[in-house]
Every structure is written in C-alpha cells, then in structure tokens.
C-alpha cells in the first residue's frame, strides 16, 4: 500500500513539473510567437511530453531495456522523439486546412528547442523512476528471499541442538520405571514439558524468557535425577521475565556441555548458572568444572558453534559471547543488547 501511494504522488509530481516547464522554457513573445498563441502550444507540448514519458515506462523499457535490447529500443526511442517533433507541424496542416490556424509565426522551428528539452526530461524521468522502482523491487525480493533463507537456517540449526539428550533420558526413565522408582512420574512430566517446548513453542522466531527459563529448568530438574550428590548445580534469575522476548532454546547448548563436562562419579564438581535482566540487556552466564573424561579433546562442540551462528543472524552486532577454557573451569558470558 505505502509502494503504491508513493507511485501515485510520484507520477502527481511529474504532471505538475511538466504541465509548469512550459512556462519557464516560454520563448521571447517579442521575436518568436504571439503571446495569445502559447497557450495552445503549451497544451500541444505538454501532450507530447506526457505521451514520451509513459510510453517510455510502460512499453520500451519493460520490453527493450530490461531485456537488453539497447539496439531496438534506440530505434524506437529516437521514432518516437521524430514522430513527436513532427507533430507540431502536422497539427498546423490540419488547422490550417480547417481553415483555423494557430498563428503566421507557430511553425516548428519555433518550439523544437523547448520540446526537445521537455523531451529529455521525459527520458530522464522514465529511466529514474523506472529504474529506481525495479531496484526497489529486487531489494524487497532479495530482503524476503534473505529472510525465508534465514529461517530455513534457524530451523536446521535448531534441530540439531543435542537429540540424543532425549533418547538417554527415555532410556533413564525406562530404567527408573523398572527399578519403581517414584522420580519416574516426575521425570516423564519434566521430559514432557520440554518436548513440548522444542517442538512447538520454539517454533517461533522469538519466545518469552520466562518460557525459556522453565525449559532450563525441566533441563536441569532432569539431569540431578541422574548425578549424584557430589555434584552441586546452582540456577539463579533476576530481573523481570514477562516482558522480553529472545530467540528460543539460545542458551541451552552452554547449559548441556556444563553437564557434559562438568559432572564426575567420584570428585567433586559444581555448575553455576545465571540469568540477569538488566534494564537494557540480557547476560547469561554459565561456570562449571572440567572434568577429564576419556577420548576428551575438545569443551566446544557443535552445540556452541550453532549457538554462534544463530546469535550472529538473530542479534547482528548486538551480542557478545566470550567462553574461557582453562585448565579446570569453562566460562560462557553471553550478553544480548535489548535496547530496541
């Protein structure tokens, strides 16, 4: 609707500078022409300029230019200019043999230089608002095609965000309905609420934090069921949750590899992770031990690369991520820029 109401003021503007040049390129009444006579000349040329105009943006560009036919447009083009410069004439024939003529001194070399120009700016006029219209089109065409591509990207990357964690967890509960266990009730509901959460409410673009934060914590409700007591997990959030919106399942791959990593039969280990709304940013923060494990070799998997790229296309230089691999600790600092 805003393209359409623009081309219409557009095409407004461009009859009201052509229907006023005339009395600007107005010639010398003294030496050229009859003052009463212009009237009629500058109805004649406005005509013809208006017809060069809409003749060139409708049919020849269109059809010649855009196809990058140059040579049949330039034939054309100047057919159409000589046919228009010979028009004058023409009309002074007929009324002539009307016996109605404009006046002795309207001839056609007389308005071949004000017409000439209001002519070119036809041209000019054409090639501008055509050419800028089109350009305009292939940006929309490029911004929506970005955007589907963009999209089909944030779903691939999304599934591949840890599926096997739901298959050893299915298998953890078949294990703890066999022993009849009483966590097997709460497990399935937890289990539950997360799969519920990944596969339809992280279908969105953008979800509350707060739905966000309850998906971490079925998360981590899940996994204490499994670890044992030597292993501490601390979840804190401040802030006001109802009110900010951040793309879905962001911050779970730090959450997944600080369990990963972090979690030893035997040792002492200790996950510390935080959420802080801030009046304009969202910080995450996740800190857990390093525990060595066999064939071990990297704390960075596919997970955090994901996370990369999806932080890179949803908050283009308004995030910072910074992760820190020491020889016993790991530490991930996510800050979102929330301002607009």
């Not at 070119?120 to 955007?147: C, D, I, P, T, Y």
């Amino acid at each position: 609707m805003k393209t359409r109401v623009n081309t219409i003021l557009i095409h407004f503007l461009f009859l009201a500078v052509f229907f006023y040049a005339p009395i600007v390129l107005r010639p010398d009444f003294a030496e050229n022409i009859m003052p009463q006579n212009w009237q009629m000349i500058m109805i004649v040329n406005n005509m013809l300029a208006v017809m060069v105009f809409y003749v060139n943006y409708y049919l020849l560009i269109p059809r010649f230019v855009f196809h990058r036919r140059y040579f049949s447009y330039i034939i054309y083009a100047l057919s159409m200019v000589a046919s228009g410069l010979f028009l004058p004439s023409l009309i002074n024939l007929i009324f002539s043999i009307f016996s109605y003529p404009i006046s002795q001194s309207y001839s056609f070399h007389l308005i071949a230089g004000p017409l000439i120009i209001m002519f070119g700016m036809s041209f000019a006029l054409a090639f501008a608002l055509r050419f800028s219209g089109e350009w305009q089109r292939m940006r929309q065409e490029k911004a929506e095609m970005q955007n589907e591509m963009r999209t089909a990207e944030l779903m691939s990357l999304k599934k591949q965000l840890n599926p096997h964690f739901f298959f050893n967890t299915l298998n953890g509960i078949y294990a703890m309905i066999i022993k009849n266990s009483p966590l097997a009730s709460k497990a399935v509901l937890h289990l539950s609420n997360m799969m519920r959460y990944v596969l339809y409410d992280s279908d969105c673009n953008s979800i509350e934090l707060s739905r966000e934060v309850k998906y971490i914590v079925d998360y981590i409700e899940m996994q204490k069921m499994r670890i044992s007591d030597n292993n501490h997990v601390h979840f804190s959030v401040s802030g006001e949750l109802t009110d900010t919106s951040i793309l879905p399942l962001i911050f779970i791959p730090f959450v997944e590899n600080a369990f990963k990593y972090g979690i030893s039969a035997d040792d002492e280990t200790s996950i510390l992770i935080t959420i802080e709304r801030c009046p304009e940013s969202l910080i995450f923060t996740c800190k857990n031990d390093v525990v060595a494990h066999k064939n071990q070799t990297t704390h960075s998997g596919i997970g955090i690369k994901n996370t990369r790229k999806r932080l890179e296309m949803t908050y283009p230089r308004k995030h910072e991520l910074h992760t820190l691999q020491l020889v016993n600790k790991f530490l991930v600092t996510l800050n979102i820029d929330l301002s607009c």
